[in-house]
């Protein structure tokens, strides 16, 4: 299922050449490296990446002010998060491993008398 959501994302970013659309697509597969159960949300053919930026455009259409509308990076990619159902994952956190980490932490007692 993970190669099936990043090909399917791969492609849309291959058949929609522009800047917005890679940067979307680069965002959604690094989402699947990092937390596998994403792919599920993204293999749903009635999302896109096309679709995603529309959803976008629209949200921005909201607080637009004169003929200038814009999102942070956060606001955007929530948008993103929010269109394809699946939550944030934040880059290179692996939240299975928090807990083991933890745990190494927990039994590292060290102190620089140790070294005299």
Known sequence: MINQAIEKIEAEMEENKN???EIIGNYVIQQIQVNPQVAEAIINEEKTLAGSLEQMRNEALKVKQGNVAVLTDEQGFKII?????????KNN??????????????????SLDDFI
């Open 19 to 21: 800047p917005y659309t």
């Open 81 to 89: 998060r929010d269109y394809f159902e699946f939550e944030n994952i």
């Open 93 to 110: 956190e692996i939240p299975e491993h928090k807990e083991e980490v933890k745990k190494i932490n927990d039994d590292f007692n060290i």
